[in-house]
Protein backbone atom coordinates (compact mmCIF):
# COMPACT_ATOMS: atom_id res chain seq x y z
CA UNK A 1 0.00 0.00 0.00
CA UNK A 2 1.29 3.49 -0.79
CA UNK A 3 1.18 6.18 1.08
CA UNK A 4 0.26 10.07 -0.25
CA UNK A 5 3.31 12.04 -0.76
CA UNK A 6 5.53 8.85 -1.84
CA UNK A 7 7.32 9.34 -4.31
CA UNK A 8 5.56 8.30 -7.77
CA UNK A 9 6.75 5.46 -9.54
CA UNK A 10 8.41 7.53 -12.94
CA UNK A 11 8.53 4.52 -15.20
CA UNK A 12 5.54 1.51 -16.18
CA UNK A 13 7.77 -0.56 -15.21
CA UNK A 14 8.20 0.73 -11.45
CA UNK A 15 4.09 0.86 -11.14
CA UNK A 16 4.64 -2.80 -12.46
CA UNK A 17 6.31 -3.56 -9.69
CA UNK A 18 4.52 -1.45 -7.36
CA UNK A 19 1.10 -2.93 -7.92
CA UNK A 20 -0.43 -6.02 -8.32
CA UNK A 21 -1.35 -7.84 -11.22
CA UNK A 22 -4.62 -6.85 -11.08
CA UNK A 23 -4.32 -3.05 -9.41
CA UNK A 24 -2.22 -2.73 -12.81
CA UNK A 25 -4.89 -3.45 -14.88
CA UNK A 26 -6.88 -1.37 -13.56
CA UNK A 27 -5.48 2.01 -12.68
CA UNK A 28 -3.17 1.70 -15.00
CA UNK A 29 -4.54 0.47 -18.53
CA UNK A 30 -7.73 1.45 -17.53
CA UNK A 31 -9.74 -2.28 -16.74
CA UNK A 32 -13.07 -2.91 -14.77
CA UNK A 33 -13.41 -5.35 -12.55
CA UNK A 34 -16.56 -7.98 -13.13
CA UNK A 35 -19.90 -6.11 -11.61
CA UNK A 36 -20.42 -7.36 -7.54
CA UNK A 37 -17.16 -8.82 -7.21
CA UNK A 38 -15.24 -6.15 -5.53
CA UNK A 39 -14.91 -6.08 -1.92
CA UNK A 40 -15.99 -2.78 -1.24
CA UNK A 41 -19.35 -3.52 -3.10
CA UNK A 42 -21.39 -4.11 0.17
CA UNK A 43 -19.03 -2.07 2.92
CA UNK A 44 -20.60 0.04 5.01
CA UNK A 45 -17.71 0.87 7.96
CA UNK A 46 -17.11 4.86 8.78
CA UNK A 47 -13.54 6.41 7.01
CA UNK A 48 -12.10 7.29 3.91
CA UNK A 49 -11.38 5.44 0.94
CA UNK A 50 -8.38 6.34 -0.88
CA UNK A 51 -6.17 5.46 -4.24
CA UNK A 52 -4.24 2.04 -4.27
CA UNK A 53 -1.72 3.04 -6.56
CA UNK A 54 -0.38 6.57 -4.22
CA UNK A 55 -2.40 7.08 -1.07
CA UNK A 56 -4.36 9.88 -1.68
CA UNK A 57 -7.45 10.52 -0.29
CA UNK A 58 -10.48 10.15 -2.95
CA UNK A 59 -13.99 9.49 -0.97
CA UNK A 60 -15.20 9.75 2.33
CA UNK A 61 -17.55 6.42 3.38
CA UNK A 62 -20.36 9.19 3.97
CA UNK A 63 -20.42 9.43 0.40
CA UNK A 64 -21.14 6.12 -0.33
CA UNK A 65 -24.56 4.49 -1.38
CA UNK A 66 -25.83 1.32 -2.60
CA UNK A 67 -26.61 2.03 -6.50
CA UNK A 68 -27.34 -1.12 -7.75
CA UNK A 69 -24.40 -1.41 -10.35
CA UNK A 70 -22.27 -3.78 -8.52
CA UNK A 71 -19.33 -1.42 -7.94
CA UNK A 72 -18.74 1.51 -4.92
CA UNK A 73 -20.77 4.07 -5.61
CA UNK A 74 -19.63 7.78 -4.05
CA UNK A 75 -22.59 11.01 -4.75
CA UNK A 76 -19.21 13.45 -4.02
CA UNK A 77 -15.66 13.97 -3.66
CA UNK A 78 -13.43 16.75 -3.24
CA UNK A 79 -12.92 18.11 -7.32
CA UNK A 80 -9.38 18.91 -6.58
CA UNK A 81 -8.99 14.46 -5.31
CA UNK A 82 -10.18 13.44 -8.91
CA UNK A 83 -10.08 14.16 -12.79
CA UNK A 84 -12.18 13.34 -15.43
CA UNK A 85 -11.76 12.91 -19.35
CA UNK A 86 -14.08 12.11 -22.13
CA UNK A 87 -13.80 8.01 -22.71
CA UNK A 88 -15.02 6.77 -25.67
CA UNK A 89 -14.09 3.09 -25.52
CA UNK A 90 -16.06 -0.01 -25.89
CA UNK A 91 -17.96 2.22 -28.55
CA UNK A 92 -19.78 4.73 -25.73
CA UNK A 93 -19.24 7.65 -24.09
CA UNK A 94 -18.59 8.26 -20.76
CA UNK A 95 -16.70 10.33 -18.10
CA UNK A 96 -13.78 8.59 -16.58
CA UNK A 97 -13.09 9.39 -13.19
CA UNK A 98 -8.80 9.55 -12.53
CA UNK A 99 -7.21 10.08 -8.90
CA UNK A 100 -6.09 13.70 -9.23
CA UNK A 101 -2.53 12.53 -7.89
CA UNK A 102 -1.22 9.66 -9.88
CA UNK A 103 -3.09 9.41 -12.46
CA UNK A 104 -4.64 6.10 -11.69
CA UNK A 105 -8.07 5.36 -13.34
CA UNK A 106 -11.21 4.72 -10.76
CA UNK A 107 -13.86 4.46 -12.80
CA UNK A 108 -16.20 6.60 -14.29
CA UNK A 109 -18.91 9.21 -12.95
CA UNK A 110 -22.91 9.13 -14.26
CA UNK A 111 -25.52 12.37 -13.63
CA UNK A 112 -28.12 9.48 -12.03
CA UNK A 113 -27.04 10.00 -8.64
CA UNK A 114 -28.68 10.92 -5.36
CA UNK A 115 -29.22 14.29 -4.20
CA UNK A 116 -27.42 16.88 -2.92
CA UNK A 117 -24.99 16.36 -6.41
CA UNK A 118 -26.81 14.20 -8.63
CA UNK A 119 -23.93 12.43 -9.42
CA UNK A 120 -22.42 8.66 -9.23
CA UNK A 121 -18.96 8.01 -9.02
CA UNK A 122 -18.89 4.27 -9.80
CA UNK A 123 -15.58 3.17 -8.56
CA UNK A 124 -13.48 -0.32 -8.97
CA UNK A 125 -12.91 -1.76 -5.31
CA UNK A 126 -8.85 -2.81 -6.80
CA UNK A 127 -8.86 1.13 -7.50
CA UNK A 128 -9.20 1.46 -3.47
CA UNK A 129 -7.89 1.20 -0.14
CA UNK A 130 -10.03 2.08 2.72
CA UNK A 131 -8.98 3.86 6.19
CA UNK A 132 -11.02 2.99 9.32
CA UNK A 133 -12.19 6.31 10.95
Known amino acids: ?3 EGDELPATEAEWRERLSEE ?3 ILREAGTEPPFSGEYVDHE ?3 TYTCAGCGATLFDAGTKFESGCGWPSFYDT ?3 RIETRTDTSHGMVR ?3 LCGNCGGHLGHVF ?3 PEPTGLRYCINSVALEFEDE
Request: charged fraction near 55%.
Open 95 to 97: TEV
Open 1 to 3: MSQ
Open 23 to 25: EYR
Open 78 to 80: DDD
Open 45 to 47: DDG
Open 111 to 113: EDG
